[in-house]
């Protein structure tokens, strides 16, 4: 099949305040870890900051792949072995209550092949996902513009929080009835409380795939977690309800999950610099590319609490031939970076790239 959009360096856009911007969100995200750093005594991540499982497994890459799949990690079948995280966005670690997006991070060992800048020597592949098929900003300045709103409200009165949330899932539950959403109220805490074992997770952003360029999208298919799909979790008096409800499934089932990823057929109704549009699934429909195999495992403990510390998850930590496109990723970088430099200088832990879960046991 023709008609897909070829990677080329001029599909990007960069604007001339690109490195005011980055300025802008690393002052930001150094409030947010000044502040957390100083309520917890240790280096957290400015986003993502609480972990709600960790669980190592097998990244299976699919055989027979066609001409316009086969790219990249993606060019000839393998098994390799695979750790995720799964986390909600804030900086500050919240009681459950507060509801917000979630996030899921899969990092793939022992990837050869040319490497991004910054992560040669390397041997991952990370995945950086949300549960929402786009982003909540346009681009990096208006996520700058959402940072502040967050940053003022990081270490600001939990009970408050939770009561504000709780009116904020209220809206957006209508506003859902209507046929709309909106990424800002859940963002704020409006996002619906829902399992995350079942939640479909997406990059949001574009990223080059070999000769092409495609975004991701990690979707469960085993039955077990298939039946998590819309459930709720009941947080009442439960501050860390997600953690223990998805240890539980883990530790009962754990899971089988699907890595498709959606073409791009259109650079202009397929932006690769506004990161809140959808790409039409008509246009381009998501292809399954690989598989992520989760043997039943606790999901979170003593051990796991020690691994979160010396794992760190960006974008740019990855081949060439997926290299992340557009402002946000392009903020991403340096922004990610400065977070995980700060956090191990606070900690005083090592943060490298592992190149086998032995490295991390």
Not at 218 to 243: M, N, Q, W
Not at 289 to 294: D, G, M, Y
Request: hydrophobic letters at 40%.
């Amino acid at each position: 099949m023709s008609g897909y959009v070829a990677y080329s360096p001029a599909l990007e856009t960069i604007g001339e305040d690109e490195h005011e911007t980055v300025e802008g969100l690393k002052e930001q995200f150094g409030h947010i870890l000044d502040t957390t750093l100083a309520d917890y005594g240790r280096g957290v991540r400015s986003v993502h900051a609480k972990g709600h499982a960790i669980a190592r497994g097998r990244f299976v890459v699919a055989a027979g792949l066609p001409p316009e799949l086969a790219q990249g990690l993606f060019a000839k079948p393998g098994e390799y072995e695979a750790v995720f995280r799964i986390s909600t966005n804030p900086g500050d670690i919240l009681d459950d209550a507060i509801s917000v997006p979630r996030g899921m991070a899969l990092k793939v060992l022992g990837v050869e092949g040319e490497r991004l800048p910054g992560s040669e020597g390397e041997a991952t592949q990370d995945f950086v996902m949300a549960n929402a098929p786009a982003f909540a900003a346009k681009d990096a300045k208006a996520f700058l513009g959402n940072l502040k709103l967050l940053a003022k409200t990081t270490d600001k009165a939990e009970g408050a929080k939770k009561l504000f949330s709780a009116a904020l899932q209220g809206i957006e539950a209508g506003l859902e009835k209507l046929g709309t959403e909106s990424g800002l109220l859940k963002t704020l805490g409006g996002a619906p409380q829902v399992h995350p074992l079942g939640a479909t997770y997406f990059s949001q952003t574009p990223y080059r795939f070999g000769d092409h360029v495609a975004k991701f999208q990690l979707r469960p298919v085993s039955p077990d977690l298939l039946a998590l799909v819309g459930e709720r979790i009941d947080v009442k008096g439960r501050r860390d309800a997600i953690r223990e409800d998805t240890g539980e499934a883990l530790a009962r089932h754990g899971g089988v999950w699907e890595l498709r990823v959606q073409l791009c057929t259109d650079a202009e109704a397929m932006p690769i610099e506004d990161a809140t549009v959808v790409w039409d699934e008509e246009a381009s429909p998501w292809r399954t590319v690989a598989r992520l195999e989760i043997d039943p495992q606790p999901g979170w403990g003593e051990r796991h609490e020690a691994l979160d510390e010396a794992l760190s998850f960006r974008p740019w930590h990855g081949l060439a031939a997926h290299r992340p496109l557009g402002n946000i990723n392009r903020a991403r970088n340096e922004t990610y970076r400065f977070s995980a430099d700060t956090r191990r200088r606070a900690n005083g832990c090592p943060l490298h790239e592992p190149a086998a879960l032995a490295e991390i046991a």
